[in-house]
């Protein structure tokens, strides 16, 4: 069973910028393109930004050139590094392990990440 914990939300002012970190447990780490998803109050979650095991990125529209993905294939670690932050950006965000577009594994807890104005 892969576990994954998400951490690193918190309180931002807009303009401003976060980290998070995903961890996650499991050997299939490494093989696996893995996604950063988001879901805001009332809103369904949407994917965010995704990375192959290669390292190709994609990114959705709404966040191309301020948002930032990596992983760390040692640690088992995917990063979202996030800039320029908007109250829009306002949500608990998620990781998971995708193929294609489609989440592969239980969802941890998330982590929020609240941008005031």
């Known amino acids: 069973q892969v576990q994954l914990v998400e951490s690193g939300g918190g309180l931002v002012q807009a303009g401003g910028s976060l980290t998070l970190s995903c961890a996650a447990s499991?050997?299939?780490?490494?093989?696996?393109?893995m996604a950063w998803y988001r879901q805001a109050p009332g809103k369904q979650r949407e994917l965010v930004a995704r990375i192959t095991s290669g390292g190709n990125t994609n990114y959705a529209d709404s966040v191309k050139g301020r948002f930032t993905i990596s992983r760390d294939n040692v640690k088992n670690t995917v990063y979202l590094q996030m800039n320029s932050l908007k109250p829009d950006d306002t949500a608990v965000y998620y990781c998971n392990a995708v193929s294609g577009v489609q989440a592969l594994y239980t969802w941890g807890q998330g982590t929020l990440v609240t941008v005031s104005s």
């Open positions: 499991g050997s299939i780490f490494s093989r696996a393109a």
